[in-house]
Protein backbone atom coordinates (compact mmCIF):
# COMPACT_ATOMS: atom_id res chain seq x y z
CA UNK A 1 0.00 0.00 0.00
CA UNK A 2 2.82 2.38 0.76
CA UNK A 3 3.93 1.98 -3.02
CA UNK A 4 0.61 3.30 -4.61
CA UNK A 5 0.78 6.05 -1.82
CA UNK A 6 3.93 7.14 -3.28
CA UNK A 7 2.49 6.92 -6.66
CA UNK A 8 -1.20 9.02 -5.16
CA UNK A 9 1.43 11.42 -4.56
CA UNK A 10 3.46 12.01 -7.37
CA UNK A 11 -0.06 12.11 -9.06
CA UNK A 12 -0.72 14.89 -6.95
CA UNK A 13 2.36 16.62 -7.81
CA UNK A 14 1.99 16.41 -11.66
CA UNK A 15 -1.40 17.50 -10.70
CA UNK A 16 -0.32 21.12 -9.25
CA UNK A 17 1.98 21.13 -12.64
CA UNK A 18 -0.98 21.36 -15.04
CA UNK A 19 -0.44 18.32 -17.31
CA UNK A 20 -3.89 17.22 -16.61
CA UNK A 21 -7.78 16.98 -17.39
CA UNK A 22 -10.35 16.61 -14.43
CA UNK A 23 -13.62 15.40 -15.37
CA UNK A 24 -16.25 15.30 -12.59
CA UNK A 25 -19.55 13.56 -13.33
CA UNK A 26 -22.73 13.59 -10.87
CA UNK A 27 -25.43 10.78 -12.26
CA UNK A 28 -28.58 11.21 -10.48
CA UNK A 29 -31.46 8.93 -10.32
CA UNK A 30 -34.76 9.50 -10.07
CA UNK A 31 -35.13 8.54 -6.43
CA UNK A 32 -32.00 10.68 -5.28
CA UNK A 33 -29.48 8.37 -5.12
CA UNK A 34 -26.88 8.25 -7.90
CA UNK A 35 -22.64 8.04 -8.48
CA UNK A 36 -20.27 10.69 -8.31
CA UNK A 37 -17.03 9.82 -10.07
CA UNK A 38 -14.02 11.99 -10.45
CA UNK A 39 -11.28 11.20 -13.30
CA UNK A 40 -7.97 12.87 -13.59
CA UNK A 41 -6.25 12.20 -16.73
CA UNK A 42 -2.61 12.58 -17.09
CA UNK A 43 -2.07 10.66 -19.97
CA UNK A 44 -0.54 13.31 -21.85
CA UNK A 45 2.27 13.93 -19.71
CA UNK A 46 3.27 10.55 -20.17
CA UNK A 47 4.38 12.05 -23.65
CA UNK A 48 5.77 15.07 -22.16
CA UNK A 49 9.36 14.38 -22.54
CA UNK A 50 11.90 14.67 -19.38
CA UNK A 51 9.73 15.52 -17.20
CA UNK A 52 7.02 12.52 -18.09
CA UNK A 53 10.47 10.05 -18.50
CA UNK A 54 11.16 11.41 -14.89
CA UNK A 55 7.64 10.69 -13.58
CA UNK A 56 7.63 7.09 -15.36
CA UNK A 57 10.98 6.26 -13.83
CA UNK A 58 10.46 7.37 -10.27
CA UNK A 59 7.28 5.29 -10.13
CA UNK A 60 9.37 2.32 -11.74
CA UNK A 61 11.72 2.60 -8.91
CA UNK A 62 9.49 2.89 -6.14
CA UNK A 63 7.40 -0.34 -7.89
CA UNK A 64 10.68 -2.20 -8.40
CA UNK A 65 9.22 -2.86 -11.84
CA UNK A 66 11.25 -2.31 -15.52
CA UNK A 67 8.04 -1.40 -17.55
CA UNK A 68 5.02 0.74 -15.94
CA UNK A 69 1.63 -1.13 -16.21
CA UNK A 70 -0.67 -0.87 -13.41
CA UNK A 71 -4.44 -1.23 -13.23
CA UNK A 72 -5.57 -1.52 -9.40
CA UNK A 73 -8.56 -1.04 -7.17
CA UNK A 74 -7.64 0.68 -3.85
CA UNK A 75 -9.24 0.12 -1.17
CA UNK A 76 -9.34 3.33 1.01
CA UNK A 77 -9.66 1.39 4.44
CA UNK A 78 -7.35 -1.07 3.59
CA UNK A 79 -4.39 1.97 4.63
CA UNK A 80 -2.83 1.04 7.71
CA UNK A 81 -4.51 2.04 10.98
CA UNK A 82 -1.87 4.55 11.47
CA UNK A 83 -1.68 6.05 7.83
CA UNK A 84 -6.18 7.22 9.11
CA UNK A 85 -6.56 10.29 10.82
CA UNK A 86 -8.07 9.55 14.24
CA UNK A 87 -10.62 11.70 13.71
CA UNK A 88 -12.38 9.46 11.15
CA UNK A 89 -16.02 8.79 12.39
CA UNK A 90 -18.26 5.49 12.06
CA UNK A 91 -19.83 7.70 9.34
CA UNK A 92 -16.41 8.76 7.40
CA UNK A 93 -15.27 4.95 7.25
CA UNK A 94 -18.86 4.08 5.73
CA UNK A 95 -18.06 6.67 3.05
CA UNK A 96 -14.21 5.07 2.31
CA UNK A 97 -15.73 1.85 2.16
CA UNK A 98 -18.21 3.45 -0.70
CA UNK A 99 -15.54 4.86 -2.32
CA UNK A 100 -13.58 2.57 -5.23
CA UNK A 101 -10.43 4.46 -6.27
CA UNK A 102 -9.15 2.86 -9.97
CA UNK A 103 -5.65 3.89 -10.37
CA UNK A 104 -4.30 3.32 -14.35
CA UNK A 105 -0.49 3.69 -15.55
CA UNK A 106 0.23 1.86 -18.90
CA UNK A 107 3.44 2.78 -20.77
CA UNK A 108 2.43 0.85 -23.67
CA UNK A 109 -1.13 2.14 -23.88
CA UNK A 110 -0.16 5.98 -22.87
CA UNK A 111 -2.38 5.81 -20.51
CA UNK A 112 -2.20 7.78 -17.04
CA UNK A 113 -5.40 7.94 -15.03
CA UNK A 114 -7.17 7.82 -11.27
CA UNK A 115 -10.48 7.42 -10.98
CA UNK A 116 -12.50 7.86 -7.53
CA UNK A 117 -16.12 6.69 -7.54
CA UNK A 118 -18.59 7.47 -4.74
CA UNK A 119 -22.20 5.97 -4.64
CA UNK A 120 -24.38 7.91 -2.77
CA UNK A 121 -27.60 7.24 -1.36
CA UNK A 122 -28.87 11.09 -1.27
CA UNK A 123 -27.15 13.77 -2.98
CA UNK A 124 -26.48 14.99 0.40
CA UNK A 125 -24.22 12.98 1.29
CA UNK A 126 -22.26 14.35 -1.71
CA UNK A 127 -21.42 16.75 1.71
CA UNK A 128 -20.66 14.24 3.87
CA UNK A 129 -17.84 12.64 0.96
CA UNK A 130 -16.37 16.26 0.79
CA UNK A 131 -15.53 16.44 4.67
CA UNK A 132 -14.47 13.06 4.43
CA UNK A 133 -11.62 13.18 2.02
CA UNK A 134 -10.72 16.55 3.91
CA UNK A 135 -10.08 15.07 6.78
CA UNK A 136 -7.23 12.68 5.25
CA UNK A 137 -4.91 15.49 4.92
CA UNK A 138 -5.02 15.97 8.74
CA UNK A 139 -2.07 13.77 9.72
CA UNK A 140 -0.10 13.69 6.54
CA UNK A 141 -0.07 10.01 6.39
CA UNK A 142 -0.36 7.41 3.85
CA UNK A 143 -4.20 8.17 2.94
CA UNK A 144 -3.06 12.52 2.72
CA UNK A 145 -2.41 11.51 -1.23
CA UNK A 146 -5.72 10.91 -1.98
CA UNK A 147 -7.37 13.38 -0.02
CA UNK A 148 -5.32 15.85 -1.83
CA UNK A 149 -6.20 14.85 -5.63
CA UNK A 150 -10.11 15.30 -3.99
CA UNK A 151 -9.34 18.51 -2.57
CA UNK A 152 -11.52 20.60 -5.21
CA UNK A 153 -11.42 23.94 -2.83
CA UNK A 154 -7.59 23.82 -2.77
CA UNK A 155 -7.11 23.78 -6.47
CA UNK A 156 -9.96 26.36 -7.34
CA UNK A 157 -10.29 27.95 -4.35
CA UNK A 158 -14.03 27.18 -4.06
CA UNK A 159 -16.07 24.50 -1.20
CA UNK A 160 -19.30 23.04 -3.00
CA UNK A 161 -22.55 22.55 -0.59
CA UNK A 162 -25.33 19.65 -2.86
CA UNK A 163 -28.93 19.10 -2.38
CA UNK A 164 -31.51 17.96 -4.16
CA UNK A 165 -35.41 19.27 -3.42
CA UNK A 166 -37.58 17.56 -5.77
CA UNK A 167 -36.45 17.86 -9.30
CA UNK A 168 -34.32 20.73 -8.50
CA UNK A 169 -30.33 20.28 -8.34
CA UNK A 170 -28.50 22.85 -6.21
CA UNK A 171 -24.77 23.45 -5.69
CA UNK A 172 -23.73 26.25 -3.99
CA UNK A 173 -20.38 27.31 -3.87
CA UNK A 174 -18.56 29.16 -1.41
CA UNK A 175 -14.90 30.87 -1.95
CA UNK A 176 -15.12 32.91 0.77
CA UNK A 177 -13.20 31.18 3.64
CA UNK A 178 -11.17 29.19 1.06
CA UNK A 179 -7.72 29.93 -0.59
CA UNK A 180 -6.28 29.22 -4.11
CA UNK A 181 -3.65 27.33 -4.52
CA UNK A 182 -1.99 30.28 -6.08
CA UNK A 183 -2.05 32.43 -3.08
CA UNK A 184 1.22 33.77 -1.95
CA UNK A 185 2.78 33.36 -4.62
CA UNK A 186 6.01 35.50 -6.17
CA UNK A 187 5.68 36.66 -9.88
CA UNK A 188 8.25 34.28 -10.95
CA UNK A 189 6.11 31.16 -9.41
CA UNK A 190 2.75 32.40 -10.52
CA UNK A 191 4.01 33.30 -14.43
CA UNK A 192 5.78 29.87 -14.51
CA UNK A 193 2.30 28.19 -12.69
CA UNK A 194 0.16 29.74 -15.54
CA UNK A 195 2.64 28.69 -18.03
CA UNK A 196 2.27 25.11 -17.44
CA UNK A 197 -1.68 25.10 -16.73
CA UNK A 198 -2.16 27.26 -19.48
CA UNK A 199 -4.43 23.72 -21.18
CA UNK A 200 -5.64 22.32 -17.58
CA UNK A 201 -8.96 21.84 -17.81
CA UNK A 202 -11.89 20.46 -15.42
CA UNK A 203 -14.98 19.66 -16.65
CA UNK A 204 -18.59 19.05 -15.34
CA UNK A 205 -20.67 16.90 -16.42
CA UNK A 206 -24.66 16.33 -14.57
CA UNK A 207 -26.57 13.17 -15.52
CA UNK A 208 -30.37 13.92 -14.61
CA UNK A 209 -33.07 11.31 -14.70
CA UNK A 210 -35.20 13.72 -16.63
CA UNK A 211 -34.96 16.26 -19.37
CA UNK A 212 -33.69 19.88 -17.97
CA UNK A 213 -36.43 22.60 -18.48
CA UNK A 214 -33.48 25.00 -16.89
CA UNK A 215 -30.18 25.99 -15.88
CA UNK A 216 -28.80 28.48 -13.71
CA UNK A 217 -25.12 27.60 -14.22
CA UNK A 218 -22.92 29.88 -15.58
CA UNK A 219 -21.55 28.60 -19.31
CA UNK A 220 -23.48 25.69 -18.92
CA UNK A 221 -24.59 23.78 -22.12
CA UNK A 222 -27.60 21.84 -22.04
CA UNK A 223 -28.08 18.80 -24.12
CA UNK A 224 -31.43 16.57 -23.15
CA UNK A 225 -30.51 14.98 -19.60
CA UNK A 226 -27.46 16.39 -19.50
CA UNK A 227 -25.86 19.34 -18.21
CA UNK A 228 -21.57 20.22 -19.06
CA UNK A 229 -20.02 23.14 -17.74
CA UNK A 230 -16.12 23.01 -18.38
CA UNK A 231 -13.62 26.05 -17.73
CA UNK A 232 -9.99 26.03 -18.04
CA UNK A 233 -8.04 25.93 -14.77
CA UNK A 234 -6.28 29.63 -15.04
CA UNK A 235 -10.12 30.70 -15.22
CA UNK A 236 -10.72 28.88 -12.37
CA UNK A 237 -7.80 30.45 -10.40
CA UNK A 238 -8.03 33.81 -11.50
CA UNK A 239 -11.31 34.64 -12.28
CA UNK A 240 -13.08 33.09 -10.07
CA UNK A 241 -16.11 31.90 -11.61
CA UNK A 242 -19.59 31.00 -10.01
CA UNK A 243 -19.82 27.37 -11.04
CA UNK A 244 -22.62 26.70 -8.71
CA UNK A 245 -26.46 26.94 -9.77
CA UNK A 246 -29.62 25.31 -9.77
CA UNK A 247 -30.57 22.69 -12.66
CA UNK A 248 -34.92 22.11 -12.75
CA UNK A 249 -35.51 18.65 -14.65
CA UNK A 250 -38.91 16.86 -16.29
CA UNK A 251 -39.84 13.43 -14.34
CA UNK A 252 -38.05 10.70 -15.58
Known amino acids: MRQFSYVLCLLLA ?9 LEDIY ?31 MKDEMGVDKLEIDSLI ?35 AVGSVVIK ?13 RTFAKLNENGGEA ?14 SN ?17 ESKSMMDGMDDETMSMMKMFMADATFTTVYHLPGAVKKCTIEQAKVDGKTVT ?15 GGEIKFKQK
Open 144 to 157: SGMGGLMSSSTMTG
Open 75 to 109: SLTDFQEGALPPSLTEKDRDILDRTEVRLRMSESD
Open 229 to 243: VSYGFLDMLEKTPNT
Open 28 to 58: VNADGSGQYQLTMDMSSMLEEGFMGDMMKQG
Open 14 to 22: VATSGCFEM
Open 160 to 176: SLWSLSGRTLKREVDSS
Open 118 to 130: FLFASLGELNDFQ
